[in-house]
């Protein structure tokens, strides 16, 4: 097949490039650089707003939305007399066409500006691939982003979505489509002058914010459940949690509890803000609470989180996200609950985030989302498939099957009620680990991922704060996480009280008031 990426000859970019490339490297296909022009140019403040941004924060260049000369395209130049197969319309607007054609629309509405007026309201639009034929959609997905508040990284973030459903589209694999939920908006300059304003008086709280305390700081939320639980509620409980307390110079986070051999052992992701990364922790639970605090039980070097802890065949295995090696490892425990053995590695060649096992239909089945390069890493669902525990495990073909900042990303185990496979997921709309979404998945094979949305998990009364990032439960406990503040200037003493009360042999779960008391900010939440 010869494919046409239509480009604007006034303003090409890198993204441009990147997608000719792709698409070249799928067997089969032929595509080149077209030229035309775009109806609607992006206006000039947006790129004085990228610049600003840019020395604000010190962006690197380079990025997906950066200007390339036209020269960088003459590898690709098609031909005048070779009709192409297919166009790939960049230019817009979308309109009837005899010719194979497809636009790329962001709430309905063709082109660049309709995204950018989109993330300027705060939310990331949806991304369409229409064949302008007959008006069907071939692709969608909704795009995320870490970097909320900086436009330019997150139109970045959101080309790269663009370029990969283009992709699958083009190789037939396209994933599940997300019903946009806004119509799109205008893009005016007067919304862009308010928002560098803004963005201006949050840098300057951000940064006295990050003066005074460390963050991101995340705390584990604990509580005995006797009867239905989170999955069986479809609510987030009102009451009931207590706090795995931290001594304001680590947090806990990814709270993973397993029930093994009469005992109850809650893993957690342990994060000192001294050495900037993370090891895996763990503490036993007894009829009152935890009884000390978290130990470190597996640490590599590198950044761990995310400790997926389960029991097979008699033993216990743990796959961590390692997302800085760029591969998922199986482990397999030693000596229960603090030692490990790398057992096998299933997946090289990825930034994974949040492997999550689950067996279903007589195979093993792993997901996870998943950064190629750029982008976010939370918005694009990955799985892959095993006979075996050990493997091979082997991509599926539709992959990503799923583009959906708001229910890509694992939340914690798959359970299952009633008889409904039911995953917790991350709604990260509103930036990473504001929600969980709970979801039926309807149907897993080879071939198709579909999942149904039952209902979406906020913070509230019993839980207060902003961000509600997993869920899992073992045994009775049941475990949940969010943010919290942990001022530097509190840190030496939250160490001292944690310190003071292990020396005295005090259970940790009656030395959390204490704790507690010398914090004085245990229940506050940090801000965006």
Not at 221 to 250: H, K, Q, S, Y
Not at 256 to 274: I, S
Not at 411 to 429: H, I, S
């Amino acid at each position: 097949m010869r494919a046409e990426v239509r480009v604007d000859r006034g303003a090409p970019r890198l993204w441009h490039l990147s997608l000719i490339e792709k698409l070249n490297a799928i067997p089969g296909v032929l595509a080149g650089v077209g030229w035309g022009a775009r109806a609607e140019p992006l206006p000039s403040c947006v790129s004085l707003l990228f610049l600003l941004e840019r020395m604000i924060n010190g962006l690197p260049a380079g990025g997906l939305a950066e200007a390339v000369p036209i020269g960088a395209f003459l590898p690709y130049v098609l031909e005048p007399a070779d009709k192409p197969d297919l166009v790939i319309d960049l230019c817009g607007p979308m309109e009837a066409s005899a010719e194979v054609r497809w636009c790329v629309t962001f709430d309905g509405v063709c082109g660049d500006a309709a995204a950018l007026a989109a993330l300027l309201a705060g939310r990331a639009p949806v991304i369409g691939i229409i064949n302008t034929q007959t008006g069907v959609a071939l692709a969608s997905g909704r795009p995320g982003t870490e970097a909320n508040g900086i436009i330019l990284t997150a139109f970045e973030d959101c080309l790269t979505r663009v370029i990969t459903l283009i992709v699958a589209a083009t190789r037939g694999t396209a994933p599940s489509q997300p019903c946009a939920d806004a119509a799109g908006l205008p893009l005016r300059c007067g919304d862009v002058a308010r928002f560098a304003m803004k963005m201006l008086v949050r840098l300057v709280i951000r940064r006295l914010y990050q003066l005074c305390t460390y963050a991101p700081h995340w705390r584990v939320g604990w509580r005995f459940v006797d009867g239905p639980d989170t999955f069986d509620l479809l609510a987030m409980p009102t009451e009931g949690w207590n706090i795995l307390c931290d001594d304001g110079l680590r947090f806990y986070a990814d709270p993973f509890p397993l029930a093994f051999g009469g005992r109850v052992v809650v893993f957690v992701e342990e994060f000192d803000h001294r050495l900037g990364r993370a090891a895996i922790a763990a503490t036993e639970f007894d009829a009152h609470g935890p009884r000390s605090a978290p130990r470190t039980v597996l640490a590599t070097g590198s950044h761990l989180s995310y400790p997926f802890v389960f029991e097979h065949a008699g033993e216990v295995w743990m796959t961590p996200e390692s997302t800085a090696a760029h591969r998922i490892d199986l482990y397999r425990a030693v000596r229960f609950p603090d030692s490990w053995q790398l057992a096998a590695t299933l997946v090289t060649g990825v930034e994974a985030s949040d492997p999550t096992l689950v067996q279903h239909a007589g195979r093993w089945w792993l997901m996870a989302t998943v950064r190629e390069g750029h982008g976010s890493f939370s918005d694009a669902l990955y799985l892959w498939s095993a006979s075996n525990l050990i493997g091979p495990w082997v991509p599926h073909r539709r992959n990503p099957v799923l583009v959906d900042i708001s229910s890509a990303r694992p939340a914690g185990r798959l359970v299952e009620r009633g008889g409904r496979l039911l995953r917790p997921a991350q709604d990260c709309r509103g930036g990473y680990g504001r929600a969980v979404t709970l979801a039926e998945i309807t149907r897993l094979d080879d071939d198709t991922f579909e999942q149904n949305i039952l209902v979406t998990l906020r913070t509230g009364p019993g839980w207060p704060g902003r961000r509600l990032h997993t869920l899992n439960r073992a045994g009775r406990v049941e475990c949940i996480d969010g943010s919290a503040i942990a001022v530097k200037v509190k840190g030496e003493l939250n160490r001292w009280a944690g310190l003071v009360t292990r020396r005295h042999g005090v259970p940790q779960h009656d030395a959390e008031p204490v704790i507690a008391r010398a914090r004085g900010d245990v229940s506050e939440i940090a801000p965006d």
